[in-house]
Each structure stands twice: as C-alpha cells, then as structure tokens.
C-alpha cells in the first residue's frame, strides 16, 4: 500500500492525500528523511522505496538508483549514502507479525459490492428525461474504501467485478487511490454491476440497477483473501451483499475471519430495498448479522424502516442498540448525526452547502470516522474526542454532495481541514 511514513513536503511527486494523517516511523527512516530534506526532494521514482523490502530495494538501486539517477548524484550523496536511505526508508515499511508495516497507519478492509454510477448531468429530471449522464465509479463499500485513503488512511477492498472494460477500470481506480486491490477477483461469466440515479431537485437520489446477475454477487467462500481479512483493524461492510448466494456465505465468512482476528466490525446497512424481494426480506437480512457488529452507522430513513418509529427520537435509534454496540451513528444529511453509546448520546451539527448530488455522502462520512477510530479505539469511550471526529465526519459528507458521482466527489484531507477552518465557530 502506498501510504508515506513522513509528511507530504518530504516527498516530491507523491499526492498530499498519502501523506497526510500520517504516523510516525522507525528512527533509521526518521533520519533518512531528514538527510533528505536537507539536500532536496526525493523525486518519486526514488519513493518507491518506501515500499519496497530490503532485496527489492537492492535491486532497485541497481536499476535506477545507480543508474538512472547517477547525473544527479550531488543531490543526495554517495552512493553508499543513497543505499543507506533507501534501505532506512525499506526498512521502516516491512511487515511486522500482523503484516503491518512499521509506521503504516492500520489497515481497514472493505467487503462488498464495486459498481457504475450513471448520473443524471442535470438534476430534478426522470431518468427518461435525462439528456445525458455521467459515467462515475460508485459502490458504498468501495467508496469508503477510497474515501479513507483520501483521507491518509490505510485501506483494502474486497469483491468481484466482471472480466470486462468497467471491471478493469473500477480495479485501476482502487489502485490509482492507493487502495490494496489484491482482494479484487475478475468473473468472466458476469458483468461489472451498472446503477442509473436519479437526481432530485434538493440532491436526493433514487437508483434503478442492473445485475441480474452481476459479478459482485458471484463472490464465494473460497475465494475470499483470507490473509488480507486477519490483517484488518477494522472489516467494514454493508447489506447489499448479504441479498443472495454465494455472496451472502462469503460475506458472513469474512466477517467471522474479521472477528476472530481482532477486527472491530463496522456496519452501514445501505438500504437499497428495490435490490431485494421485498421490504421483510430485507429487514430481515439487515437483522441477521446486527448483533455482530461493534459500530453501526445508519441513515434517519434506515431508522423509520427498521424500527417504524419516528426517525428523529432517541427511542427509536435505541431500540437499534445491542449488547455489543460500541457506536451507533444517526446520519442526518445537512442536518449532522447523533450518536449513541452506552454511557453517552448527543448530536452534533452538520454543514450547510449547495448539494449537487447526495450518492456519496453516506460513504464520505463513514471514511472521516473509520480513518480517525482506526488509530484509537478508545475515542467511542471519550465524548469530546467522539465528537471532534464526528465534526469531521461531517464535514467530509457534506463536501462529498458539492460534485457529481460517489467517488469522483471523496474530498482529501486537506480539502477537509481547510473547509472547517473556514466554518464560523
């Protein structure tokens, strides 16, 4: 995974969203950097080390270290000095015993479905209506998955797309985000799954879907990369993928991988009711696998359709809470969230933009969380900290409406930090 172990200035050619949120690193690497910023940048085909263990990084500096850098040797040294940083920089990165490497922020994996969008490009209009629309990768669990490496976090996708253009250019676009995609499988006999949205006037969507069926549903048991799963701090999911077999058997088996391994299960049900046969059915299936869940992040309509309650009343979102709950979130759109925990409950206020399309939001939010709880668990016990990062999260949803598509409209970190600087206190 590419996540930097220094901050954004450090390293020339590499995007600030890698670098920021970063943690710190080994001393060897500390020092490396150092020396490096004392002479200049290191150029970004020299960054690759950062990534590399220490036999890749010799045979690296052989082929461009020593070679193809050689003219701008006075940059960074002897070429003893050079191995000395490369190998420093290596060094901080490679795996300890739970494939974490030293000073990599910890890993979150997300399970489930990866799709296109098809957005309307003029809103409040029919599908029919529609003059044109625009082509955007989408698909909740993917979303979060990229959102939380925008945001400077360490994230993995698993899923199956279709062996065809869509599938290969939905993979490319985990990679492109820094996003782990060794958990991606290709289904030749299947499409890559395709969602038309429509856009209301105020940016509320409503979708129609093609996948009938699609690769994402094709997913089995013994397919799923098992190792990637144990390495989760975080295994987060959805329900869409619980709708028929054999995704549904992969996905209950990944979630148990996840908890015994340690993982904190995070669950954003993602009611999509014209996927499922009815209405029953799908409370049904959201229930079946509620109870397993450390945090649970719904929306106020979720609330109405699980509980028939009003969404708006502490009551109803408490009926949600189980003996296991660490954290249940209440997403409220413009409006902010709630929270509930055992021993606290409060809400915290949203930002009001000019929302273009509402597709991504959910998922942005739910990065800004995953991205701050995966560094420290101990923040759903601690009501300030809880609620500097659900400002955060908020933020992040609220940026996220101001551009069309899911993906496409993910902000970075710094595009977040500004925007709530900027906010009157």
């Known amino acids: 995974m590419a996540i930097l172990v220094s901050v954004a200035t450090m390293v020339s050619g590499l995007g600030a969203a890698q670098a920021s949120h970063c943690c710190g690193c080994a001393s060897s690497a500390q ?49 003893s000095r050079r191995r000395e940083l490369a190998k420093g920089i290596a060094r901080a990165s490679s795996p300890n015993s739970n494939g974490q490497a030293a000073g990599e922020p910890p890993l979150i994996v997300c399970f489930g479905e990866m799709l296109i969008d098809f957005v309307p490009t003029v809103g409040g209009l029919s599908l029919a209506e529609a003059p044109a629309f625009k082509k955007a990768p989408g698909g909740a669990p993917a979303n979060v998955a990229v959102g939380i490496s925008r945001l400077g976090g360490r994230s993995a996708f698993i899923g199956k797309v279709g062996d065809d253009e869509f599938g290969y250019m939905l993979a490319n676009i985990l990679k492109e985000n820094n996003v782990e995609a060794k958990g991606v499988l290709f289904d030749p006999g299947a499409r890559t799954a395709l969602a038309f949205v429509t856009l209301r006037q105020d940016g509320e969507r409503e979708f129609m879907f093609y996948r009938n069926p699609s690769a994402d549903m094709l997913l089995q048991e013994n397919e ?22 054999p995704c549904r058997s992969a996905h209950l088996a990944a979630m148990k991988i996840a908890k015994e391994g340690g993982a904190l299960l995070s669950y954003d049900p993602n009611l999509r009711l014209p996927l499922w046969s009815s209405a029953e059915a799908a409370r049904t299936g959201i229930f079946d696998i509620w109870d397993q869940a450390d945090l649970i992040k719904i929306s106020e309509e979720e609330i109405s359709f699980l509980t028939g309650g009003d969404p708006y009343s502490d009551e109803a979102a408490r009926k949600l809470m189980h003996v296991g709950l660490k954290l249940l979130l209440v997403t409220e759109g413009q409006n902010g969230c709630r929270y509930y925990t055992k021993d606290f409950s409060g809400r915290v206020d949203g930002y009001k933009v000019n929302s273009i399309d509402t597709t991504g939001a959910g998922d942005a939010f739910v990065a800004g969380v995953l991205t701050h709880l995966v560094r420290d668990f101990s923040l759903m016990q601690v009501e300030k900290q809880l609620r500097e990062t659900l400002l955060y999260a908020n933020a992040c949803g609220a940026i996220a409406t101001t551009e069309r598509g899911a993906i496409p409209a993910l902000p970075l970190h710094e595009v977040v930090s500004r925007f709530i600087s900027k906010v009157p206190s």
Request: overall charge positive; charged content about 20%; hydrophobic content about 35%.
């Open 31 to 79: 020092s490396a950097l150092s020396y490096s910023t004392s002479t200049s940048p290191i150029p970004a085909p020299f960054a690759k080390t950062l990534f590399m263990s220490d036999a890749a990084v010799d045979k690296w500096t052989k082929g461009h270290l020593f070679s193809g850098m050689h003219k701008r040797s006075d940059r960074f040294g002897s070429k």
């Open 224 to 245: 799923l990369d098992t190792d990637l799963i144990k390495n989760a701090t975080i295994f987060h999911y959805g329900s869409i993928s619980l709708i028929t077999e």
